[in-house]
């Protein structure tokens, strides 16, 4: 019996199988797509403590922001291959660029908004290592210098950034 005669006998089974299928292709696609699609983060490292050490909070908070009675400035974490953590550098928004977006956020949000609101937020970043007393503002040399050259506590140049 060829092909064809086994296919026109059993009809009804080859398009259920053939449906079945089509079926599971489509679960596997959108199943694909939905873990392949990135999500928005909604957490992100701070530190109270000149980049001693780092808690999680909601991203979206403007920093520096009081916690615990300490500014709390936004922490970049990074590890090396020891896998251990450490704060890289720490940012925070410069006062003016503060009340500027407080005025922002405070009026209707339109893309004209949502627009100055980043503008004003990557202007007025500054940042600095822990422990140092220098803040570099944005496309400064200190600044470029830092997010460069940042090295693991055991001297490794090789780091990893790291999420909540």
Not at 131 to 146: F, V
Request: with cysteine; proline share 5%.
């Amino acid at each position: 019996m060829s092909i064809r005669e086994t296919i026109a006998k059993h009809q009804t089974t080859m398009i259920a199988i053939c449906c079945g299928v089509i079926v599971l292709a489509v679960f596997l696609a959108i199943a694909n797509t939905k873990s392949a699609v990135p999500t928005m983060p909604t957490k992100a490292f701070y530190s109270d403590d000149d980049g001693s050490t780092y808690f999680v909070d909601d991203i979206t908070k403007l920093y520096p922001f009081d916690h615990d009675g300490r500014q709390a400035y936004r922490a970049y974490v990074f590890r090396s291959d020891s896998g251990k953590p450490f704060i890289g550098y720490i940012e925070r928004i410069t006062d003016n660029a503060m009340q500027r977006l407080n005025e922002l956020k405070s009026q209707p949000s339109t893309p004209e908004i949502i627009t100055q609101i980043g503008d004003v937020e990557a202007a007025g970043r500054e940042i600095k290592k822990p422990g140092d007393s220098k803040w570099y503002r944005i496309n400064s040399n200190g600044y470029i210098a830092i997010i460069q050259g940042v090295t693991a506590p055991d001297g490794s140049k090789q780091v990893f950034g790291v999420s909540p």
